[in-house]
């Protein structure tokens, strides 16, 4: 199993910026995608942000031009800037990655999760 570990959450003001990050650790021959999802109070979890190994990105579009993704193949690890964040930001951002493991493709487990809340 992969498990992702997520942090950098906090309380910041709307049009404030925060750096999420996200490591992966677990026995694998190779990640492939690493993303990001996040669950506002009584909705259903979404997905944020991907990123491919090749550093191929996929956005929501309520959060083009806002968030950025990137990642560091060589240490497994994600990372998500946000700026200009919103109220409607506010969520528990969760990573996730899909990896490679004896020629069969696996998703990881959930990480704990990080709070984001966007308030004056």
């Known amino acids: 199993q992969v498990q992702p570990v997520e942090s950098g959450g906090g309380l910041v003001q709307p049009g404030g910026a925060l750096r999420l990050s996200c490591a992966a650790s677990g026995r694998f021959s190779s990640i492939n995608t690493m993303g990001w999802f996040r669950q506002a109070p009584g909705k259903q979890r979404e997905l944020v942000a991907t990123?491919?190994?090749?550093?191929?990105?996929k956005y929501a579009d309520s959060v083009k031009g806002r968030f950025t993704i990137s990642r560091d193949n060589a240490k497994n690890t994600v990372s998500l800037q946000m700026n200009s964040l919103k109220p409607e930001d506010t969520a528990v951002y969760y990573c996730?990655?899909?990896?490679?493991?004896?020629?069969?493709?696996?998703?990881?487990?959930w990480g704990q999760g990080t709070q984001i809340t966007v308030s004056s």
């Open positions: 996730y990655a899909q990896y490679t493991r004896y020629g069969s493709t696996y998703y990881s487990n």
């Open positions: 990123i491919t190994s090749g550093l191929s990105t």
